[in-house]
């Protein structure tokens, strides 16, 4: 487990992949998008960051939902070497952890490069019309919830909604590196 941080400067647009399911069924990202916008988290079922957000990512997706905005996970590790990322442990986790929206497979790891992704998690949240918006974490404490000071992640759906500017600075999200398959 590596330690890595992202955050994303510049302009950037929702691209346009299909991505299947735990379950096999095939998800366009832009058919994804809410009324306001689209939160899109790269994250996985083995890494200790984001297991340790997963249950306000689904927390926050009913909340961001009643705003007009749409949650998908991707998940980029499905490595060879990490089987409990797998297509199987995969579908074991929206049982588990009451995933309510699409929990997509990146198996060759194209919208993870695209995204220039780095970690799990990974938050980027756009606006109506598939520009980013923000990119950054849920919060100001991924390891206990009971620690956090600062929301993050709902305050800046908050202003895309209300029309604002994109709350600044963005901190960037912390987590686990993402698996590569090129990579030994």
Request: proline fraction near 7%; glycine fraction near 4%.
């Amino acid at each position: 487990m590596a330690l890595v941080a992202s955050i994303y400067k510049g302009d950037f647009t929702l691209p346009d992949f299909t991505l299947n399911d735990a379950k096999g069924v095939a998800h366009s990202l832009r058919e994804q998008m809410g009324e306001k916008g689209l939160l899109v988290a790269f994250t996985c079922n083995h890494c200790p960051y984001a297991i340790a957000v997963w249950p306000r990512l689904v927390r926050h997706a009913e909340t961001l939902k009643a705003m007009g905005i749409n949650t998908v996970a991707i998940n980029p590790n499905i490595h060879p070497d990490y089987p409990e990322d797998n297509i199987e442990a995969m579908q074991e986790k929206l049982k588990e952890w009451h995933i309510n929206f699409p929990y997509l497979a990146d198996e060759t790891q194209e919208v993870a490069k695209a995204f220039d992704a780095q970690c799990t998690p990974d938050i980027y949240m756009f606006d109506s019309e598939g520009k980013l918006y923000y990119h950054g974490r849920i919060d100001d404490y991924w390891k206990d919830e009971s620690k956090v000071t600062r929301e993050e992640l709902l305050p800046a759906a908050e202003a895309l909604v209300a029309g604002q500017p994109a709350p600044q600075p963005q901190h960037p999200t912390i987590g686990c590196s993402i698996k590569w398959l090129n990579e030994a």
